[in-house]
């Protein structure tokens, strides 16, 4: 139980255009969502926390108007990179708590490529 | 501050040997939650185990097991009997209770430690 499906798993996108990218809770209500960015052998840093139907919270240094997140219900959570620049270029993953001890499930990614 | 240091940023073990993933964490939170997941070259997260700060006995699952050392904020993840697949990038988080609000419960990661297994 607990899956969270992410899509696509990779995109490459050209300069100045918008990528979206999809969190499907597939058997469980996820009411939070955790957005993650990850350079190469690096950490997971967190971008922003969304809660259905309420608007997601950024942490500090992440540009809400670049990085568009919406949760509209309580299975769909979406990222949308806006005017994407190649340093934008990253692993996107996203989180979502459920009741199970380990408390969190994990979309598997994804790798975005801005050329 | 950091609040999950992992100082190992690589570590080596010979297969069938045991290996030791070094963590710290810092919280003045009485009610966290420790974790530890694995992650593989295809990036995927995949939860090893986890201890709870009220916990009294380590954590245990299969060949990994955690050993939590309250008053020196430590929380080792030691893998027991290598295998060639269980290398991978390592990583420890802390979850918080903290006061609510609409971060609550979010993961804080370490900076990973990856784990080469040598046949």
């Known amino acids: 139980g607990a899956v969270v499906s992410q899509h696509p798993s990779r995109v490459i996108c050209k300069s100045g255009t918008s990528v979206k990218i999809e969190c499907r809770s597939l058997d469980f209500q996820a009411t939070t969502m955790f957005w993650y960015r990850q350079f190469p052998k690096q950490s997971l840093m967190l971008m922003a926390t969304s809660n259905e139907g309420s608007k997601a919270t950024y942490e500090q240094g992440v540009e809400k108007d670049k990085f568009l997140i919406n949760h509209a219900s309580l299975t769909l959570s979406t990222l949308t990179v806006t005017s994407a620049h190649p340093e934008d270029s990253s692993f996107y993953i996203c989180?979502?708590?459920?009741?199970?001890?380990?408390?969190?499930?994990f979309g598997s990614g994804t790798r975005l490529t801005v050329v | 501050a950091q609040k999950i240091t992992q100082t190992q940023p690589g570590m080596f073990v010979q297969e069938k040997e045991a290996v030791t993933l070094d963590c710290t964490y810092d919280?003045?939170?009485?009610?966290?939650?420790l974790f530890w997941y694995k992650q593989p070259s295809s990036g995927e997260m995949i939860f090893l185990i986890y201890q709870g700060s009220y916990d009294q006995q380590n954590a245990t699952e299969g060949r990994y097991s955690l050993n939590f050392q309250k008053a020196r904020k430590s929380a080792n993840l030691v893998i027991s009997a290598s295998q060639l697949g269980d290398s991978a990038m390592y990583f420890c988080a802390m979850r918080e209770s903290g006061a609510g609000g609409t971060s609550y419960g979010k993961l804080t990661f370490g900076q990973g430690t990856i784990l080469t297994v040598h046949p």
């Open positions: 989180s979502a708590r459920w009741t199970g001890l380990n408390g969190y499930t």
């Open positions: 919280t003045s939170d009485p009610s966290y939650g």
